[in-house]
């Protein structure tokens, strides 16, 4: 059974930088398509970005040009870079397979953008 672990989540000033990192632990990394996702007070979850197993990625638009997914199959990590934060930007981030069935959720990291 796949566990995910994330981190990386702390406050942040508006048009500063974040690195989330995702650590995978069970099943087999390298052949999984990742995504992060995230939600915010009082919203429903929502994809945010992923990356296949090949390396191709895909971002949603209230993202694009702003965050970077990774992966590092070696380390079983998955990571997102984050720069230009908006305050529209604060949610508990997760990250899960995309475009497969989900493992279990971890808790998440919290990201906070507030001056």
């Known amino acids: 059974q796949v566990q995910l672990v994330e981190s990386g989540g702390d406050l942040v000033q508006p048009g500063g930088s974040l690195r989330l990192s995702c650590a995978a632990s069970?099943?087999?990394?390298?052949?999984?398509?990742f995504g992060w996702y995230r939600q915010a007070p009082g919203k429903t979850r929502e994809f945010i970005a992923g990356?296949?197993?090949?390396?191709?990625?895909k971002y949603a638009n209230s993202v694009k040009d702003r965050f970077t997914i990774s992966r590092n199959n070696a380390m079983k990590t998955l990571y997102l870079q984050m720069n230009s934060l908006k305050p529209e930007d604060t949610a508990i981030y997760y990250c899960?397979?995309?475009?497969?069935?989900?493992?279990?959720w971890g808790q998440g990291t919290q990201v906070t953008v507030s001056s």
């Open positions: 899960n397979c995309w475009a497969c069935a989900a493992f279990p």
């Open positions: 069970g099943g087999i990394f390298s052949s999984t398509s």
């Open positions: 990356i296949a197993r090949g390396g191709g990625t």
